[in-house]
């Protein structure tokens, strides 16, 4: 079987492809490596999808998915781990299985560095990736924010204006001033700690008393699927028509850049596969 | 009061920047000429916004507007007129009222409809878009007034005051009686003739004299809301992050171009939200 339209990845960006193509009547492949995004499933709650004020992580994309299947997008677990064109279509070559689609989605979201000791045991309990979704839960707290890549001094600077303290961790080399409301500290984050919430993080310039634990890491290249894909400061080019470089090829979500945000994602999404489906129209035997 | 972030649209993509600005913890306006937007409304069912499989347009815009006013979105019905900025603030002027904010974000929607042929080489020359601006140029003249909307009757009412005689050429269903001074015809309008100003109407319904025709749409030209504002195609034009060439000025939703999609305008409204508060950070006394 061929498919019209493949989408590489089951976060929001790739169910949001997957039901446009749908309403677009094309054959639909979503190949997803896990059952569910994870880090939308860890987020205890989110409050900015629009029409939906308050639900939780895995409630949300599980809505995502189960709309998806009622339009019958064809729905496989596996990791694809290449993608080449032969002729005009697309061979995802996935651990388990191949499969061929005349266009081809890319939402694969990103990957994250190595996780502190008790990272995992915290998310959602004082650990989180957002300070745009979770800050306010901080308000008049104490909390640490590790940053690995630059961006995270604005998330700092964010977070200085609702919590009580912060306490910033450049993994790079600082090279800004991030005023008096922020505490910078050089120092490695070590381990986690805390009973039911995050309590206390230990570093190896000492330890901090914090409620909430916030890290910003960088992206890395998705470029290791597709052969001659444009990427550009680490993450893949688009147009504003979700199109790469590569005719055929469309990209959506956080593999895109920054911001990354489920709304944004799912947006782009939507363009995507309306961007495919014109392909295919416009492309016709 | 100083807000800011002020947006201007009702719509998916002025919700979503409403709520995303709030998330932000900025103070935050919206206004919007109709309760609901139009567009919206009238849909009979939406199947494509993720996580909602099948909702109606007006319960799913009443769905987005209740989730805004939850997290503390100030929301005014006036329509903004024009926008300037002095300093390093900009100025809203609505019909009813006015407000200062520090950023804007455009979120107005499109016209849905047609230019009149004529129309805008007389813009500021007999053609105009405020009854209340511009109405005492016309004291003991005749005026048309062209309605695609209602809300028009009202501005023809004002113009009944003040004009020796006014013409009103409803674009849909009249239902109302609107009083012996106005001259309600039933015709399309097509074109716009005069040598220096404006001086007759064309119509199906025939040819009138008038040296003032105001024009009452859903939504007006984005660009005629504020001076410098880069349009490409007929479209504000914005990169990325949906800044506009102003600094302090982004935009989001279909204003910014096709598709013309929900999902599409709620993730762009985010971004700019975003954006705008990045801004507000980078720009702090």
Known sequence: MVYDIAIVGGGPAGLAAAVNARRRNKETLLVSKETMSSKLVQAEQIENYLGIPQISGSELIGRMRNHAEAEGVI???????????????FSLIGRENAFQAKTVVLAPGISTTAEIVGEADFVGRGVSYCATCDGMFFKGKAVAMIGYIPEAESEAAFLSEICAQVHYFPQYNLATELGPKVNVVHGKPQKILGRDKVERLITSAGEFEVSGIFIERAGRPANELLDGLQIENGFIRVDFAQATNLPGVFAAGDCTGKPWQISRAVGQGQVAALSAAHFLNDNQD
């Open 75 to 89: 729905n496989l677990k596996d990791e694809v781990q290449n993608i080449y064109q032969e002729d005009r279509l």
